[in-house]
């Protein structure tokens, strides 16, 4: 008679003999064919003792797959070398960076050397060299440590952190994310020159790893832009700026979607954005408005042809400050109880 302990452990009992099934085959991901494999050896075992492999195989089954579904039920389960999870790491990390996540949002620049984080950030900042609010910027590299900035009047709970550039001798990617914690900032903007160097790909990985919000900024739009419109000068047909625009953004949409689904990120939006396209459209020169540059007699001939080249240039700049202001007035709104658009 079969033994009735087959319904609870991992063998059956036939005529003396024990025949063992392995639970933890059936559990490996080939549980089908672990499962043709082991009933193959079984083929003479008496009606009564297969069916109760089956109702094993069954159990099994099912606690495979409750496992599985607990495992992706449960949120910000990562840990790091410490053993903490992300919930723990992310409130850390505010509270070290003075972090008010009730009240504000707050943006992260990050990037590799020479991408222009800083110059993007007092174009939308508005900030002169001598003001106090001015994000130093140089050639390469002039980040060193974590700032913040605000957008003053505009939109008082937006911040902006100017990070240092990853990848350098002194912040190289390998400890970039727990150093500087990334995962406590709302969203961050991930801002390349040209096309993604490996250190942003697999910080792009990382992010996606960690489930943090991220943006891209294809920065310094205006030189790629003047570029392309030399090599198209070159060319039949006359060089016009829609032209040059929709070649740019196709040519590096092209390129960097791919790599980013290669390291296992998902497709996103790229703004093209160019820190002086920005401040030419904050000059309030050849505008109407009033300027504190004197009146136009004083202004040279290249000055403001200079300036008005630069707003022809204009791709995404509108869009990615509205992109920030639209998400710092939500997240502000949301914390007091309002609906957002």
């Given at each position: 008679m079969l033994n009735t302990k087959i319904l609870c452990a991992p063998q059956v009992y036939h005529n003396g003999d024990t025949y063992r099934l392995s639970i933890h085959r059936l559990l490996s991901k080939n549980f089908a064919r672990n499962l043709k494999r082991t009933m193959s050896h079984w083929l003479e075992v008496k009606p009564g003792a297969i069916v109760a492999i089956v109702a094993i195989a069954l159990i099994a089954l099912v606690v495979t797959r409750v496992v599985r579904g607990r495992a992706k039920q449960e949120p910000n389960n990562t840990e790091d070398s410490t053993g903490k999870n992300l919930d723990t790491l992310r409130e850390e990390a505010r509270k070290k960076l003075g972090i008010d996540s009730v009240n504000q949002y707050h943006f992260a620049f990050v990037g590799s050397p020479g991408t222009g984080k800083s110059s993007l950030i007092n174009a939308l900042t508005k900030a002169k060299?001598?003001?106090?609010?001015?994000?130093?910027?140089?050639?390469?590299?002039?980040?060193?440590?974590?700032?913040?900035?605000?957008?003053?009047?505009?939109?008082?709970?937006?911040?902006?952190?100017?990070?240092?550039?990853?990848?350098?001798?002194?912040?190289?990617?390998?400890?970039?994310?727990?150093?500087?914690?990334?995962?406590?900032?709302?969203?961050?903007?991930?801002?390349?020159?040209?096309?993604?160097?490996?250190?942003?790909?697999?910080?792009?990985?990382?992010?996606?790893?960690?489930?943090?919000?991220?943006?891209?900024?294809?920065?310094?739009?205006?030189?790629?832009?003047?570029?392309?419109?030399?090599?198209?000068?070159?060319?039949?047909?006359?060089?016009?700026?829609?032209?040059?625009?929709?070649?740019?953004?196709?040519?590096?949409?092209?390129?960097?979607?791919?790599?980013?689904?290669?390291?296992?990120?998902?497709?996103?939006?790229?703004?093209?954005?160019?820190?002086?396209?920005?401040?030419?459209?904050?000059?309030?020169?050849?505008?109407?408005?009033?300027?504190k540059y004197g009146q136009d007699n004083d202004e040279t001939v290249e000055e403001s042809i200079r300036v008005e080249r630069l707003r022809r240039m204009q791709m995404d700049e509108n869009s990615f400050r509205e992109f920030i202001l639209r998400w710092a007035r939500g997240a502000f709104a949301d914390s007091k109880g309002n609906d957002t658009e």
């Open positions: 060299p001598g003001d106090e609010h001015y994000a130093g910027v140089g050639e390469i590299g002039t980040t060193q440590t974590i700032r913040k900035y605000n957008l003053q009047e505009v939109c008082p709970q937006a911040v902006l952190w100017d990070l240092p550039s990853v990848g350098t001798a002194g912040h190289p990617l390998g400890t970039y994310v727990n150093e500087k914690g990334l995962y406590a900032f709302d969203i961050i903007i991930l801002c390349t020159a040209q096309r993604f160097t490996n250190d942003e790909l697999l910080l792009a990985a990382k992010l996606a790893e960690l489930k943090t919000p991220i943006t891209l900024v294809r920065t310094k739009s205006d030189v790629a832009l003047e570029s392309k419109l030399a090599r198209m000068a070159g060319s039949k047909g006359k060089s016009k700026m829609s032209d040059a625009m929709q070649s740019l953004r196709d040519e590096t949409e092209a390129i960097i979607q791919p790599q980013l689904r290669q390291h296992g990120c998902e497709d996103t939006t790229i703004y093209f954005v160019s820190s002086w396209v920005l401040n030419a459209m904050n000059d309030p020169r050849g505008t109407g408005r009033p300027s």
